[in-house]
């Protein structure tokens, strides 16, 4: 009989750490998730007429991890539509990498670039210069507004390129942001090469993209995937964890709590040994995420499928229809905390539509806005945070989600290296 693992929560992670299992053919995976479809905070939310995202995602070439986790279950890269790292806004401001082999990528992507000044360019490249020197490292970690004063950052560059990839990347402002994990980011994707830096816009809904073709692939290998099934307490008792899921109580070798940190706690504080993991995880702090999906009558005139905004509430528009989507859907994203969060969504949607006005002229007349709100999208990935390990302080008993340590922000692929490493722990206590 092989080892039974369960793993709680079907989220990136989740899904990560099943596949991981399930290839290693050592172990049978049963995964429970207690909404009615996988994908937790990466899921689509049903409209009738055009599935939309609980919000809109977007994913680069580094998350190496991710990519191979989609091809090795059958998914095709024409899932994402895929351009070179472009910061585009609708007055003209444009910087595109070039399609060449690092660093002459970004290099003559920043001495091609619109709207930036000879200053500005230069400070680009002190700050890369700045980061390389410390090899990538910052001690003390600081908030990522005082890594932008110490590498002399010009107002151009901060407010066009280095504050809107913060918020984006950390779903953090950048005065409250880890300049360490910021420098992870740029590290791994502008500096390391043409395809680390490419933007990969899904063309599915986000549980098109992984979740159903991983649930799939894994019950085409006779393991379980149990939806609607949340998973109310665990029970540690003659060498085997017991799970209060569905009907019955059932017994496992070893779980993978693979829940959001929020919802980790309930299933963790039973166990008087994960004290201070569960202390820990309460005093995590959370960071909003809005999209304001707007459908116009017609497709408004956007060059690149995503854009930069100034002036807020929303700091990035995504074109659905060069992505897939019907024409005319936009996604406006207004990521991190700050004054709109005081907003009703009738307000929001009101200033996002005068912001895209503002923008691009006159827009078509609007047939529906729909406004998806996450209050705890991410951890505030603030500086020194300190993350848990994979590995709890109960034998057996494991974590894997977007918050546990690792270098990258609360992400799909932290999420999804998170799981695999779970599931690397696993398999190494099972020899
Ligand atoms: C609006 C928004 C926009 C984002 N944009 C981006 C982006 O552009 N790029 C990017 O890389 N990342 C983005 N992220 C972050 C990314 O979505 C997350 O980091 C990632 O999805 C987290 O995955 P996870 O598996 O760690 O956790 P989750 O997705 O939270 O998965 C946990 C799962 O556990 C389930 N669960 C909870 N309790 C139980 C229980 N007791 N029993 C059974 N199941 C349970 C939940 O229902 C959920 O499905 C965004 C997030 C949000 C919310």
């Known amino acids: 009989m092989k080892p039974e693992i369960a793993v709680i929560g079907g989220g990136y992670a989740g899904i990560a750490c099943a ?49 191979g986790l989609l091809r090795s279950v059958g998914v095709s890269p024409g899932v994402f539509e895929s351009l070179p790292m472009t910061l585009a806004y609708p007055d003209g401001f444009c910087l595109r990498a070039a399609r060449l082999p690092a660093p002459l990528h970004l290099a003559i992507g920043i001495l091609r670039a619109r709207g930036m000044s000879w200053a500005d360019r230069r400070a680009a490249a002190r700050l890369i210069r700045y980061l390389k020197q410390r090899n990538w490292t910052l001690t003390p970690d600081r908030p990522v507004a005082n890594l932008l004063l110490d590498a002399g950052q010009t107002p151009t560059m901060r407010s066009r390129i280095w504050e809107p990839l913060c918020v984006a990347a950390l779903n953090t402002p950048v005065r409250e942001a880890s300049a360490q994990v910021f420098a992870n980011v740029l590290r791994d994707s502008l500096a390391a090469g043409a395809s680390a830096s490419e933007l990969l816009i899904p063309r599915v809904d986000l549980s098109e993209l992984l979740p159903v073709p ?26 085997a964890f017991w799970l209060d899921g569905g009907p019955t109580w059932a017994g496992y070798n070893q779980v993978v709590v693979a829940t959001a940190p929020y919802h980790a706690n309930a299933l963790l504080e039973g166990f008087a040994p994960l004290a201070p993991l569960v202390r820990q ?22 060059p690149y499928p995503m854009m930069g905004l100034v002036g807020g509430p929303a700091q990035w528009l995504f074109d659905r229809h060069q992505a897939g989507g019907p024409p005319g859907l936009v996604a406006a994203v207004i990521s991190g905390g700050g004054e709109h969060e005081a907003l009703s969504h009738a307000e929001l949607e009101l200033a996002v539509q005068r912001q895209l006005e503002g923008a691009f002229g006159k827009m078509p007349p609007v047939e529906w806005i729909q406004t998806i709100a996450e209050k705890r999208a991410t951890f505030a990935c603030t500086p020194g945070l300190a993350r848990p390990d994979n590995r709890s302080a109960v034998e057996g008993l494991w974590l894997a989600g977007d918050y546990t340590r690792g270098p990258y922000p609360a992400t799909i692929e932290g999420a999804v290296r998170s799981g695999q490493a779970a599931a690397r722990g696993v398999l190494e206590t099972l020899g």
Do not use: C
């Not at 290998?221 to 109310?232: E, N, V």
């Open 214 to 239: 991983a649930t799939r692939w894994l019950g085409r290998r006779g393991h379980t995937i149990r939806t609607s099934d949340p998973i109310k307490g665990i029970r540690h008792e003659d060498g």
């Open 281 to 302: 995880l309460a005093s995590l702090a959370y960071q909003p995420t809005i999209t304001v999906y707007l459908k116009y009558e017609q497709a408004p005139p956007m």
């Open 19 to 67: 596949v991981a299992l399930a290839r290693s053919e050592k172990v049978r995976v049963t995964v429970f998730e207690s909404g009615r479809v996988l994908g937790g905070r990466a899921r689509v939310v049903a409209r009738p007429d055009t599935p939309l995202d609980n919000g809109q995602h977007l994913l680069i070439g580094a998350y190496t991890h991710t990519l």
